[in-house]
């Protein structure tokens, strides 16, 4: 791997193939169901992913947001000082105005607005037994009123295989079928609009070994103002039942929470500290 003092933005942007891309996968995007979105392989140098997967950190090294309840079961870190030196430079350039010229041309999003604080984004991290169940967004940044428009996804998996789960579900708008599922390879960039009706999730839990975790960098894609039948109103995340029995606590959740409920909030932390994420 390169010193980061050789690396230039050709390093970390693919410019040409920005070029050539941007125009011609608008329509892809544009015409893809159940709502716009695009996947690209092997998009990015391989030698800089192979290096944000090296610097990842495993589920106990650093202070994770830990999440574990019946709509999802993960971890995710949003911090600047989790990330890599690497990662972190990946990450800055992905907010540049030349990566946000590249995601209009692809999207048709004008005027695009990144989150320096990677808000809900960052790093993401699945173990096994984890899952994320079928979603849309919150539509408002917290902090700046913004309107959330794009997320973009970027797996980090290497040898990933199907059978292992993982992939993500895009569902129609009543919710009545999956239609489309993409698996979350290695290099490989998902981006795709959101609005109250864009569900996804990667509902079933994953199977991989003990060991292999899915990982992948998040981040999403604001602007000031939006079209308006693309929101019902301001909302926080929503879940959506793919069925009756979706979307309901396991035996262990419902203990924990009972304890949580139970106990002093000084033990209770602890529990919560010490158990598997």
Avoid at 8 to 30: D, H, K, W
Wanted: overall charge neutral; charged content about 20%; glycine content about 8%.
């Amino acid at each position: 791997m390169r010193s980061v003092s050789d690396l230039t933005i050709n390093s970390f942007l693919p410019l040409a193939r920005m070029q050539e891309v941007g125009a011609s996968a608008n329509a892809a995007y544009l015409s893809a169901t159940p709502f716009p979105h695009v996947v690209l392989d092997d998009f990015f140098d391989p030698e800089i992913v192979d290096g944000i997967l090296a610097e990842f950190p495993d589920p106990n090294a650093i202070r994770w947001q830990r999440f574990d309840n019946a709509k999802e079961i993960k971890l995710a870190s949003a911090s600047d000082a989790s990330f890599g030196p690497l990662t972190r430079l990946f990450l800055y350039h992905l907010n540049s105005i030349t990566f946000l010229e590249f995601l209009s041309q692809v999207t048709g999003v004008e005027n695009l607005i990144p989150d320096p604080r990677f808000d809900g984004g960052g790093l993401h991290q699945i173990v096994r037994g984890g899952k994320l169940g079928i979603h849309a967004d919150f539509n408002k940044h917290a902090a700046f009123g913004l309107d959330r428009r794009l997320n973009l996804l970027l797996y980090l998996n290497k040898n990933w295989r199907e059978e292992y789960g993982g992939h993500l579900q895009l569902w129609d708008r009543s919710m009545t079928r999956c239609e489309a599922k993409i698996s979350p390879f290695f290099n490989r960039m998902m981006i795709f609009g959101t609005t109250d009706f864009t569900f996804h999730g990667h509902p079933d839990a994953l199977q991989c070994p003990e060991g292999i975790t899915r990982k992948s960098l998040a981040l999403y894609y604001f602007t000031n103002g939006r079209p308006a039948a693309e929101v019902s109103g301001d909302h926080s995340t929503i879940f959506r039942a793919r069925g009756p029995g979706d979307l309901q606590p396991s035996m262990a959740q419902r203990v924990r929470q009972i304890a949580s409920d139970l106990l002093p909030p000084i033990i209770a932390r602890r529990f919560r500290r010490n158990r598997n994420p």
